[in-house]
């Protein structure tokens, strides 16, 4: 076992420290790293504010986690000391269950290992990103290619795979109209994603204010959904609509824009349950779903989609010299107060 310095929350709404927490000893099969950039998810604040419940205490947040390899295991044939790497969501799964198998480890029937805020297979608690290292089983660490910004590539693990893998398996691409609703965190990325894949984009959002980013990255139209006339005017206009907002929504609404055997996909978590009217999807054959990350193969298929076509996260870094940057970071996430995501330098924690 190694300490590694971490930015640590005591119990739900304490303000984070910077303390020592342990690190096991590097296994056969284990990759060690020094963190340089994590990102921060919005799920880090609820989990921390004790919102999502099943919360473990003392935590250390962070599942979108960039670093380089500083000690491998003696069976480690995927990297080696010196490399650029990442960690995503989970840490690990059973690898033998159908899920798994597949290489869809993020739905593993067992239940996947969560990077923080979870229990090992082993029953050891799991701490996160807000750290200066980890150690990660191989088959959980990405490689990250040569020439990428590294702080703008961290929130890709989480946020970049989160609205990737939906776009590639409702077939986003060349001659499909992609409507993406909300342009946060989430949402810029779906953009670029989409925009990239060679879908035509279309942004709703609350009110205009973000139409000169939505075009900046790619989107042809931006749309208020405050506004009736936009349901009128885009009915049965698009393919796929991607909610990447936590809000509530106007579901019929949003059936009503999609085209026969379309899909409203759901990867933003709102609060209260949502409600439609089934004829909503009776009378065009559309489609409730959701998504989250992928599996591992997924993951790095899409680090190496955004390496090659220059898609990175749009942060603001932050400096964890004094760790009330950070609290004051994750009030402004929840005032959805930034543009467009926060990235820790973790060489200051």
Request: charged fraction near 20%.
């Given at each position: 076992m190694t300490l590694s310095r971490a930015l640590v929350i005591s119990q739900a709404n304490a303000p984070m420290i910077k303390a020592e927490i342990p690190r096991r000893s590097v296994g056969v099969k284990d990759v060690r790293l020094a963190?340089?950039?994590?990102?921060?998810?919005?799920?880090?604040?609820?989990?921390?504010?004790?919102?999502?419940?099943?919360?473990?205490?003392?935590?250390?947040?962070?599942?979108?986690?960039?670093?380089?390899?500083?000690?491998?295991?003696?069976?480690?044939?995927?990297?080696?000391?010196?490399?650029?790497?990442?960690?995503?969501?989970?840490?690990?799964?059973?690898?033998?269950?159908?899920?798994?198998?597949?290489?869809?480890?993020?739905?593993?029937?067992?239940?996947?290992?969560?990077?923080?805020?979870?229990?090992?297979?082993?029953?050891?608690?799991?701490?996160?990103?807000?750290?200066?290292?980890?150690?990660?089983?191989?088959?959980?660490?990405?490689?990250?290619?040569?020439?990428?910004?590294?702080?703008?590539?961290?929130?890709?693990?989480?946020?970049?795979?989160?609205?990737?893998?939906?776009?590639?398996?409702?077939?986003?691409?060349?001659?499909?109209?992609?409507?993406?609703?909300?342009?946060?965190?989430?949402?810029?990325?779906?953009?670029?994603?989409?925009?990239?894949?060679?879908?035509?984009?279309?942004?709703?959002?609350?009110?205009?204010?973000?139409?000169?980013?939505?075009?900046?990255?790619?989107?042809?139209?931006?749309?208020?959904?405050?506004?009736?006339?936009?349901?009128?005017?885009?009915?049965?206009k698009f393919d796929f609509i991607l909610n990447t907002t936590s809000a509530d929504i106007p579901v019929d609404g949003l059936l009503s824009m999609i085209k026969l055997d379309g899909s409203l996909v759901f990867v933003g978590l709102p609060v209260e349950s949502q409600t439609f009217n089934v004829f909503s999807v009776t009378g065009q054959r559309r489609s409730i779903s959701g998504s989250q990350v992928g599996g591992q193969v997924e993951v790095q298929e899409m680090l190496d989609f955004a390496a090659a076509h220059g898609i990175g996260a749009s942060i603001e870094l932050l400096d964890a010299t004094e760790p009330s940057n950070i609290d004051a970071a994750w009030n402004r996430v929840v005032d959805a107060d930034v543009r467009y995501r926060f990235v820790i330098d973790a060489k200051t924690i």
């Open positions: 963190i340089a950039y994590s990102g921060i998810c919005h799920s880090d604040v609820h989990q921390a504010r004790s919102e999502w419940g099943n919360d473990i205490f003392p935590m250390v947040p962070g599942h979108e986690i960039v670093g380089h390899v500083i000690e491998v295991g003696s069976e480690v044939t995927k990297f080696k000391a010196g490399d650029t790497v990442g960690v995503g969501v989970f840490v690990d799964s059973c690898r033998e269950c159908d899920a798994c198998k597949a290489n869809l480890e993020s739905y593993c029937e067992r239940g996947p290992v969560g990077s923080y805020n979870g229990y090992g297979y082993d029953g050891e608690v799991q701490y996160g990103g807000y750290s200066q290292e980890i150690v990660t089983d191989e088959h959980f660490v990405l490689k990250i290619s040569d020439g990428v910004n590294l702080a703008e590539t961290a929130p890709l693990l989480c946020a970049g795979i989160t609205v990737y893998s939906p776009l590639r398996h409702w077939n986003a691409g060349p001659g499909k109209k992609v409507a993406i609703l909300g342009m946060g965190g989430l949402g810029h990325l779906a953009v670029k994603f989409a925009v990239a894949m060679g879908a035509e984009v279309t942004v709703l959002g609350h009110s205009l204010a973000k139409k000169n980013d939505a075009v900046a990255f790619g989107a042809i139209d931006y749309r208020p959904t405050a506004d009736p006339q936009t349901f009128k005017d885009l009915a049965k």
